[in-house]
């Protein structure tokens, strides 16, 4: 599609964001960035994030292709190298470097004029034939060109050196480990993690050969102890399976623990998942994906092959990971919709288990049709459909669960699915999205949540806030008109307490129109310090912390 002049004159609250999601801008070299204030020792190390970079592309004179979907910008990974270097005393230095990751992918639609294949949003042409749509996607998902190093658009998690690949991957450039990028596809990207250019594309196939199917959470759950991570894979067609994996650290081993299909099990959009020392919880969120996912090749995207239906109710599915018992328990609870957990963590007592979790959830799927560019941009028309009260149906709540008496004694379920109870909901006001916790409190009971808070004062994310949910208080950073992006917890070594620890958040200055890496002390949110960009840093999705 076409750009359209689709602006308002003024940003909403003027609380300027369009520039976040305009950058077209790459450092392939490292840039030096100007730091203030003291950013601790224990936070020397690498923060990767990746998300999009830009959304428009010169296709022929005068035309500019548009990615309609923020899910859909182009894949752009960043490095952040925080540098205890003694020649600077004791004051930290930072440099930065990027790299969009999607070229082939970008070369495609110059050639065509159009987005390849099925992307999350796309807005398609309605006049297109289905015999055209379907041939069009059976070419991209099947022709050697799909492989190619940047022929894929990946670009919402990532993580270094990945358990199971090891010995078949590419030829890595750089002495550090492999660096994996993810997304709810079934497809990962490598890059090297130093120069961030891409290396291969493969898919979980490559891990075990029943991981055929199209679907996966881009957050697999990792176990802090093991190294082991777990995901699942999802077969679409008449009868949706789920494939519940686990990946060994120490041998790369791929085991299968549980498929779950059958006639009360739809295939949905699971972007996450809980984990806990024994066992994996699979929630199958109210966004089930129509036909068996057969509507995709008429829509050529998944958002609108997705439909929430409030008379269904979500199922969760609790998997034993250590025993070999497979599915051990179903719960079921109102339907929601979520993106991100938060934690997971078992409680025992007189030999009964019961298992809590934390996720920021939301009452239906407006959210996904927020994050359209018409709607995300402040200058933007339909912005203003999401903001003052028309913003409550869009924006993150809190909820802590517990599913109590799990079944410990076979891989018997419980016939009819037991009840999952809700044990707190935190108000929007206090809520978060992009959610994180102190890492080493992962699987543990943990006390706080940080993360993005979405108050209706931007018509995008507008503060950063720590929720207390013990004392259930909220406390808040906010800069009107500085917008963060997704915090990443550093912890102290020599803490002794939970919130001992910085976190890391790149935030934009939109009436400067240029970022900075925010440091802020997690007991209080308040600034220790930054490392000033001269540019501006796209909104992005996730990132990852490596220490030194």
């Not at 005068?62 to 004051?91: L, P």
């Not at 050529?300 to 328990?329: C, E, Q, S, T």
């Not at 079944?407 to 044990?423: G, H, L």
């Amino acid at each position: 599609m076409s750009e359209k002049n689709s602006r308002s004159t003024k940003p909403f609250n003027g609380w300027p964001t369009d520039i976040g999601f305009e950058v077209n801008h790459e450092e392939t070299e490292p840039v030096e960035l100007k730091v203030a204030g003291r950013i601790p020792a224990y936070a020397a190390g690498v923060l990767f994030r990746t998300g999009p970079g830009g959304h428009q592309l010169s296709i022929k004179e005068g035309e500019t292709f548009t990615m309609s979907h923020w899910f859909d910008g182009w894949a752009q990974t960043h490095r952040f190298d925080i540098i205890d270097d003694v020649r600077h005393g004791d004051r930290m230095r930072v440099t930065y470097r990027s790299r969009h990751t999607c070229d082939q992918f970008q070369a495609k639609i110059q050639e065509t004029g159009k987005a390849p294949g099925i992307t999350f949003a796309q807005i398609q042409d309605p006049c297109e034939s289905l015999f055209r749509k379907i041939m069009s996607t059976y070419y991209v998902m099947t022709s050697p060109e799909s492989e190619g190093k940047s022929s894929q658009n990946i670009g919402v998690t990532l993580q270094q050196d990945m358990p199971g690949w090891s010995g078949k991957s590419g030829e890595v450039t750089s002495k550090d480990h492999n660096l994996w990028i993810r997304t709810d596809h079934n497809h990962y990207q490598q890059l090297d993690p130093q120069t961030l250019e891409p290396l291969q594309t493969a898919t979980q196939v490559v891990l075990h050969p029943e991981l055929k199917g199209n679907l996966t959470a881009a957050h697999p759950q990792i176990d802090p102890n093991s190294g082991d991570w777990y995901n699942y894979n999802l077969e679409l067609g008449g009868t949706p399976t789920y494939r519940v994996f686990g990946v060994s650290a120490a041998t790369g081993e791929v085991s299968i623990l549980a498929r779950l299909a059958g006639k009360d099990i739809l295939g949905a959009y699971i972007h996450s998942m809980f984990l806990t020392e024994h066992y994996i919880v699979l929630c199958v969120f109210n966004a089930y994906i129509e036909m068996g996912g057969m509507k995709m090749l008429w829509t050529k995207n998944m958002i609108d092959a997705l439909y929430f239906d409030p008379n269904k109710k979500n199922k969760w599915f609790v998997i034993d990971r250590v025993h070999g018992r497979g599915l051990v328990d179903v719960f079921e609870s109102n339907g929601f919709f979520s993106f991100h957990t938060t934690n997971a963590w078992e409680e025992t007592s007189n030999a009964t288990q019961d298992i809590v979790l934390e996720l920021s959830t939301y009452e239906n799927l407006d959210i996904l049709k927020r994050f359209y560019y018409e709607n995300i941009k402040a200058t933007a028309p339909g912005a203003r459909a999401y903001v003052g009260e028309n913003s409550l149906r869009a924006r993150p709540q809190m909820m802590r669960w517990k599913l109590r008496n799990v079944n410990q004694k076979s891989s018997a379920v419980s016939v009819p699915a037991k009840a999952a109870e809700r044990v707190f909901v935190v108000s929007k006001a206090d809520s978060a999205e992009l959610p994180t916790i102190n890492p080493t409190y992962a699987m543990k009971p943990s006390r706080y949540i940080y993360g993005c808070s979405d108050r209706a004062d931007s018509v995008f994310l507008d503060g950063l806030i720590k929720y207390d949910t013990l004392q259930k208080s909220a406390t808040a950073w906010k800069v009107h008109a500085h917008s963060p992006g997704e915090p990443i917890f550093v912890p102290d070594p020599q803490g002794e307490k939970e919130d001992d620890g910085v976190l890391l958040s790149i935030v934009l200055d939109g009436v400067q129109g240029t970022s900075y890496l925010l440091v802020l002390d997690a007991r209080n949110l308040e600034e220790v310090g930054r490392a000033s960009m001269e540019i501006a840093f796209p909104f992005g999705f996730h990132g990852s912390h490596v220490p030194a």
